[in-house]
């Protein structure tokens, strides 16, 4: 199925970001989660945490202004706002163990209805895998969420009724936002909290192939 209005990279990292609250600790993972950033409301106080021990990142710098001596855990250039530190990595992951992170955004490649995460290894023969600290995270913040596409190359969804990759955490996410829709999950399973404009609710429950209670009593 084609889907004009599916969201790209950029639009999914906007929507994220919406749902950001004021005064929020944030931790941005590796690969699309780190596009957040550029999309933050005005007018409220994110503080955004990099496991490499960063707090106050700001958005990406502009094109030959890259210090590259300012790195997020991805290995990517990053600004340093008014205030922000930068501090050993042991800090770093006692503030990510300790509870100290409101929200962390993960990528994933799969996410089950009840929040279980596979997202550091496909276990394919010569994957390279990517641990990272994304378990410390997934078990460590207050709230994971998490940011992909809905759909593999091939057409399978990655929200699953139960994960086949070597897990990240035991039900530790708690919204998933895609291409075509946002999602919770948890103990009840999945709610829907909105989709791309032209996708029903039937069409999104076909697409995954789990029952998908309807946003109405989903909330936001």
């Known amino acids: 199925m084609n889907f004009l209005n599916k969201r ?22 590796i690969g699309m989660p780190t596009a957040v950033a550029n999309h933050l409301p005005k007018g409220i106080e994110v503080v955004l945490h990099s496991e490499n021990g960063i707090l ?18 991805g290995k990517q250039p990053v600004t340093l706002l008014k205030g922000g530190a930068y501090f050993h990595h042991a800090d770093s992951f006692a503030m990510m163990r300790g509870g100290h992170i409101d929200i962390c955004v993960l990528g994933a490649y799969q996410v089950s209805v ?3 995460l596979a997202n550091w290894s496909t276990g394919e023969v010569g994957a390279i895998p990517a641990v990272g600290g994304a378990m410390d995270l997934a078990v460590g913040a207050k709230e994971t969420w ?14 699953v009724s139960s994960c086949t990759y070597p ?11 895609t291409d075509l829709c946002t999602l ?10 909105d989709t791309v404009e032209g996708l029903s609710h039937a069409d999104l429950v076909n697409l995954i192939g789990l029952p998908i209670q309807p946003a109405s009593s989903a909330g936001h």
């Open 146 to 159: 998490v940011m992909m596409d809905l759909l593999t190359k091939t057409g399978q969804s990655k929200v």
């Open 114 to 116: 009840k929040g279980d």
């Open 56 to 73: 106050g990142m700001g958005p990406q710098p502009a094109a030959g202004d890259e210090d590259f001596d300012l790195i997020n855990a």
């Open 184 to 193: 919770s999950c948890g103990p009840d399973g999945l709610r829907l909290v």
């Open 8 to 29: 790209d990279k950029a639009a999914i990292a906007q929507r994220v970001a919406q749902d950001i609250f004021d005064g929020a600790y944030v931790n941005l993972g």
């Open 167 to 177: 897990l990240t955490g035991l039900a530790c996410v708690r919204r998933i936002y």
